[in-house]
């Protein structure tokens, strides 16, 4: 009995002692990563269309990484984020990751622009979207993505106006206009209070140039120039057409306005890119949608989309050794965990800008950009090509010069003059 008792004992300390064994181990495990103990990082995003999604990825990386906190500050769509994300820096509270767009924005904010080029995301990368953040053959940002726009159409109100012929040329997209009009269907929905967007519009024209490139170097030497050039008188009539055939009061219809317009099947047509694809799935799920080419003449080069990377996610040089290596682990699990490459594709519904991330189930805008790549049919970004990298300048005064042509204030000629006298002052800095 006596042994029996003494056993009974040892064993009840000894459960005892596993238990405040395990106890103080889970002590250990929560004072490892207490509050105070915890790395928090910034992240400053400007893709406004995912910003729910975006947040639910953040808590799946951090149930992984109990370690993390991220704490993310979504700036875009009609809010001046430039000017959030300078005063920011300037303040010395810059976040730790943040976007940029490459070429000239990238030289100018170099200081704040981490080395990733030793990143294990770089080989898997496709080579063309790394170009324009290579800053003497070193790497500082990692592609966000692949984007394309144009005209999204809504298939069902085309077929009931009776549009057999998808329009690729100006004439054929304004005898659509007509008949989708005669059918009671409003052609356009278009949203001008947003200059971003009428930046994007008129990149149209610096796209369709023989060698965009050079000509922008020919407009900062003084060689080229705006005023004259065919191809932007080109854009204004094509403008033109938008206004004649879209929604009254363009110049207060903002983005989400403009969307909404359009997801409700109260417009056949909008200028928007397969961003908007996660918003319209939540509006109108599956939609019957695809693209037009924004045709400004009739040349055939205009059955063409430009595609091409937005934004790269940067590392803040400035930030502390401890939180850039946390910033980049992230960056690396985004498109390298099943986690984070199932979000890109199918919560963002992302066009990966890498060789390993499967493209399927991305939607029927994606689709059509993807198609048009293959078919070598696309046109270039430029507006990180201005001068000083200065895109979000560009769209504030290129989109303020084009707002008041919509508004009547400036005619045809005038708006071409206040082009390039933007351009001009840019260059002149």
Avoid at 269 to 292: A, K
Wanted: aromatic fraction near 10%.
């Amino acid at each position: 009995m006596k042994n029996k008792m003494l056993q009974l004992f040892w064993t009840s300390n000894l459960i005892l002692s596993l238990f405040a064994c395990e106890a103080d181990n889970e002590i250990v495990k929560k004072e490892t990563i207490s509050e105070d103990q915890k790395i928090t990082l910034e992240v400053w995003n400007r893709k406004v269309e995912i910003s729910t999604q975006f947040e639910e990825m953040i808590l799946a990386y951090e149930k992984e990484n109990e370690s993390v906190d991220i704490i993310v500050r979504t700036v875009g769509g009609g809010v001046d984020d430039r000017t959030d994300l300078i005063a920011q820096l300037a303040a010395g509270k810059g976040p730790d990751i943040f976007t940029n767009g490459g070429y000239e924005e990238a030289k100018m904010w170099s200081e704040y622009l981490e080395d990733l080029s030793d990143q294990p995301w770089v080989e898997s990368a496709f080579e063309a979207t790394l170009a324009s953040m290579k800053i003497d053959d070193e790497i500082y940002g990692m592609p966000i993505n692949l984007e394309g726009y144009g005209f999204i159409y809504n298939k069902d109100l085309f077929k009931e106006a009776g549009i057999e012929t998808l329009p690729k040329t100006l004439t054929e997209l304004i005898a659509a206009a007509e008949k989708l009009e005669a059918a009671g269907i409003p052609p356009f929905a278009i949203g001008y209070y947003e200059k971003w967007k009428l930046g994007h519009l008129l990149n149209i024209a610096f796209a369709q140039q023989k060698d965009p490139d050079a000509f922008i170097k020919g407009l900062n030497d003084g060689t080229q120039e705006i005023e004259h050039n065919q191809t932007f008188k080109d854009l204004i009539r094509l403008l033109d057409v938008t206004i004649k055939f879209g929604n009254e009061n363009p110049l207060t219809t903002d983005y989400n306005m403009e969307v909404n317009l359009f997801a409700t099947g109260r417009a056949a047509m909008i200028q928007q890119g397969n961003w908007i694809q996660p918003m319209l799935d939540q509006q109108t799920p599956n939609m019957n949608i695809g693209f037009l080419p924004i045709a400004i003449n009739d040349d055939p080069k205009n059955d063409a989309l430009p595609v091409g990377v937005p934004n790269y996610w940067v590392v803040n040089k400035q930030s502390t050794p401890e939180k850039k290596k946390e910033a980049k682990k992230f960056l690396n699990w985004m498109v390298s965990s099943d986690q984070g490459k199932q979000f890109m594709t199918e919560q963002f519904k992302f066009i990966p800008a890498f060789k390993h991330i499967e493209t399927n189930h991305l939607g029927p805008l994606a689709d059509d950009i993807i198609r048009y790549v293959k078919d070598e049919k696309t046109l270039s970004f430029n507006w990180f090509k201005y001068p000083g990298g200065a895109r979000d300048v560009f769209d504030h005064e290129f989109g303020l010069a084009m707002q008041a042509y919509i508004d009547k204030q400036l005619n045809h000629d005038q708006l071409l003059q206040e082009l390039q006298k933007s351009w001009e002052k840019a260059a002149r800095k």
